[in-house]
């Protein structure tokens, strides 16, 4: 079986969808959703739904919020022993607004306040890893988690914009995927190759966009593409991001190549996009692979 471990936020969301409304106005409901949310916590929840075993390392509060978060991640079948829960510490949760013509979301995001990793508590199980996805919200947990893998040739997946401050982090990554909009804030909106290139530049040696119902580019040391993304109705976009990633690396764990994952990301986030909530809609592997074909026809 194959075995990935995530060191990131995992998270609690509040999902409502209504109709987009004015600022100060007033909307009706029609759906709410309360589940697991966060980075890592989604994308291993993928990685779970598609058959492989998931160990997750992150920082919770001792506080309500946790368990509701660590008790769904278990049910899952994610290992969370490594998970640290800090006393006077305070999860992290989002609020997130759905709009129920569109599919797109925006998230309100209250981050975990007085959360320290403790160094001194080990991830040993990173070892027996095929992959190891990470984002940079607990930066120290992370660069350490990602030397790790580094040491025993684990390829490092990331979720990660680069900046100065996680720029010894990138140094550790393989896979880099972001969002469209690391693109067009940097001023490679006419120019992805560039963007690409700017990802190499940091450390990675593949580089992924995602580019939303546009699809995505790839680069990587053999070769160079576009992804188109699978048309379906979208309902929710929340979690279409992390589930790429978990997606993404469960495929690189399975020895695939840079194109193939990347098909099979954007197929498992697309799946997940049919249905309200970040995880609800995450698919199997038969579905996804089932999926795949049914177009391909």
Known sequence: MV?????????????VSSPRVEWGDTALVSSYHAQGGGLIGTALVACARLGASCDLFSLLGADAIADEITAELQREGIDTSGVQKKPGGESPFSFIHVDEASGDRTIFHRPGSNLHWDSSLSMPRIADSQTLIIDDIYPEMSLAAARLARAHH????????????????????????????YAYQNGYAQNLDAALDSIHACGPTTAVIT??????????PTSRGVGKAFKVDAVDTTGAGDSFHGAFAYGLASGWDTARCAEFASAVAAIKCQKQ????????????LAFIEDRRV
């Not at 580019?211 to 990587?220: A, F, Q, R």
């Not at 970040?278 to 996804?288: F, H, N, W």
């Open 3 to 15: 075995r990935i471990c995530g060191v990131g936020v995992c998270c609690q969301d509040y999902i």
């Open 154 to 181: 684990i390829p490092v997946v990331a979720d990660i914009i680069p900046a100065p401050q996680n720029h010894e982090l990138l140094r550790y990554i393989d896979v880099l995927i972001v969002p469209k909009h």
């Open 211 to 220: 580019l939303g119902s546009e699809g995505y580019v790839y680069s990587d």
């Open 277 to 288: 909530g970040g995880r609800t809609g995450l698919p199997s592997l038969e579905q996804t």
